[in-house]
């Protein structure tokens, strides 16, 4: 069989995306937020977050298939996130997923969201080296990976325990006043302060609990611990350094994510690394893997940035994966799974 050629569809939270990527080649990538409309509650709500699904789904996928210079009966399968993610958003883009597969008779794929933030990376850097170890870093996740054989084998070594590292960010961005979402507001703040300036705790990586939680990840510690400084400077009367505490909570929630990650690429015996997630966009983060990474001699491959957030580029190259790893087709009827876990690439 030549190159697979693979609409991918994602509709898991604020964007509404599709895609045409064949074999390692990306051919088209369109994207539309809804995220303005959710600034003003403060987060995402997911009523209105589908009701722009359901507006924007036809006119994304239509613009994909003319970038492409293609009609649906040019792609060889659809691939279509069905989880995890929120319900009713999932919903809207599955159904539409199954509407198109339907009518042109294709097969499609209901894929794994959270893995297809990994697959993305050949986009832009090739086939996964194999026992490659994975970093996904988003707003909900917070996760290593072992990918044995993509996207065959795929194990969960670590994940996040309470917090993770985009709602760390976030809920610590609203203590300081700043607009949904916050995660870009504390980057550029982050990058004029010191991150020395304050002491904030490194979860999950030192005695009994490191011992127990070798890979595992904490975030809710370093939230309160930056709430209770700020609260107590704020009481006393002083002005909070805010570039300095975007520093600080940066660093530490960078060089806890690099640590972990270098670990575990010295227990599988893996070279690479893969970073994936919508998190893995902040510059702290990034800089900090590429120097871990040239210190222990392991390949860290960040995707640039737009394939960092989602997109329907990564449910595309995960479908061209399951298309050329021979794996079988989702049923007609598969069903959303909003929790859907990390080990199953597809339903």
Known sequence: ??????????????????????????????????????????????????????????????????DADMTLADVDAIAVSAGPGLAGCLAVGVSGAKALAWAANKPIYGINHVIGHIAVTQLQFGAFPPDTLALIVSGGHTSLLHVEDMPRKIDVVGTTLDDAAGECFDKVARLLGFPYPGGPHIDRHAQHGDPHAIRVPQGLTQGKAGAAHPYDFSFSGVKTAVARWVEGEQAAGREIPVDDVCASLADSVATRAGRKAMRGCEQYGSDTLIVGG?????????????????????????????????????????????VEAGVAPSAPDFPIDSAMPLTQVSM
């Open 1 to 66: 069989m030549s190159e697979p050629i693979v609409l991918g569809i994602e509709s898991t939270c604020d964007e509404t995306a599709a895609a045409i990527v064949r074999g390692r080649e990306l051919l088209s990538n369109v994207v539309a937020s809804s995220m303005e409309e959710h600034a003003r509650y403060g987060g995402v709500i997911p009523e209105i977050a589908s009701r722009a699904h359901a507006e924007a789904f036809v006119p994304c996928v239509s613009k994909a298939l003319a």
């Open 278 to 322: 919508g998190f893995s966009a902040n510059s702290q983060l990034r800089a900090k893997l590429l120097e871990f990474g040239e210190r222990h001699g392991v390949d860290v491959r960040i995707p640039q940035i737009k394939l960092c957030t989602d997109n329907g580029a990564m449910v595309a190259m995960l479908g061209v994966n399951l």
